[in-house]
């Protein structure tokens, strides 16, 4: 019996978790990203001219966050905006950088920015 409420409490969760999910994709966003975006700050781990990955944490809480770099993603090398084009030779594995991404059907980099 415990077994069954618990999937019934997981399948309803599902449920009103899905709703907002269904109806944020029918409201058209203020940009390419869209209007919420989440920010981590860690070392690259790897970097190529169209992805980013950043590890964050560390030990049993390390985690990989990679996301899609787009013509209009904003890239800021020492407090200068810099060209996205310019990432791959601006941005090395082991920089410590901030992403700020966006969430939609894969993570997109809105901004990144190496002090």
Same mark, same amino acid.
Request: proline residues 4%; glycine residues 12%; charged residues 15%.
């Given at each position: 019996?415990? @077994? !069954?409420?618990?999937?019934? #409490?997981?399948?309803?969760?599902?449920?009103?978790? !899905?709703?907002? %999910? #269904?109806? !944020?994709?029918?409201?058209?966003? @203020?940009?390419?990203? &869209?209007?919420? @975006?989440? $920010? +981590?700050? /860690?070392? %690259?781990? #790897? $970097? /190529?001219?169209?992805?980013? $990955? +950043?590890? +964050?944490?560390? @030990?049993?809480?390390?985690?990989? %966050? &990679? #996301?899609?770099?787009?013509? =209009?993603?904003?890239?800021?090398?020492? &407090?200068?905006?810099?060209?996205?084009?310019?990432?791959?030779? =601006?941005?090395?594995? &082991?920089?410590?950088?901030?992403?700020?991404?966006?969430?939609? =059907?894969?993570?997109?980099?809105?901004?990144?920015?190496?002090?």
């Amino acid at each position: 019996m415990k @077994g !069954s409420l618990k999937a019934i #409490a997981f399948f309803g969760l599902m449920t009103l978790l !899905s709703v907002p %999910v #269904a109806v !944020s994709l029918l409201v058209p966003f @203020g940009n390419a990203f &869209g209007s919420t @975006g989440k $920010v +981590v700050s /860690g070392k %690259v781990a #790897a $970097v /190529g001219p169209q992805a980013i $990955v +950043v590890d +964050v944490g560390s @030990g049993k809480n390390l985690l990989d %966050v &990679g #996301a899609i770099v787009q013509p =209009d993603t904003k890239l800021t090398v020492e &407090g200068k905006n810099a060209p996205i084009g310019d990432l791959s030779k =601006d941005v090395l594995v &082991g920089d410590t950088v901030t992403l700020r991404y966006a969430m939609t =059907d894969n993570l997109y980099a809105e901004h990144i920015t190496k002090k």
